[in-house]
């Protein structure tokens, strides 16, 4: 695979597959499902195999998205914290 990682914190993550690896919260450890709405500090994921969706703090968690079917990138939480358009300006500044 010859794919940036870094790619992904410059997208919305609107309608990408998740699986949360770990959290600070042990509740959502396991998670999967597609993110339908993302906010500055969160991430909103529906879960066919709960039946509903769960808000899940990006920050203290590391998840697993899905970009296509054959590639998955692990992202810390703290680098996605923020809205798409920030997050941009925060890459492009580094």
């Known amino acids: 695979m010859n794919f940036k990682k870094h790619i992904v914190y410059y997208r919305d993550l609107i309608g990408l597959k998740i699986k949360i690896l770990s959290h600070s919260d042990p509740s959502v450890v396991g ?3 597609v993110i339908v ?3 500055m500090n969160t991430l909103l994921v529906y879960s066919r ?8 703090p990006k920050l203290y968690g590391v998840f697993e998205l899905e970009l296509t079917p054959r ?3 692990v992202v810390d939480g703290t680098l996605i914290h ?4 920030d ?6 500044r580094k």
């Open 71 to 73: 590639k998955k990138v």
């Open 82 to 85: 923020g809205r798409p358009e």
């Open 31 to 33: 998670l999967e499902g």
């Open 49 to 56: 195999h709960r039946g509903k969706t769960v808000r899940v």
């Open 87 to 92: 997050r941009l300006k925060r890459m492009l």
């Open 37 to 39: 709405d993302e906010t």
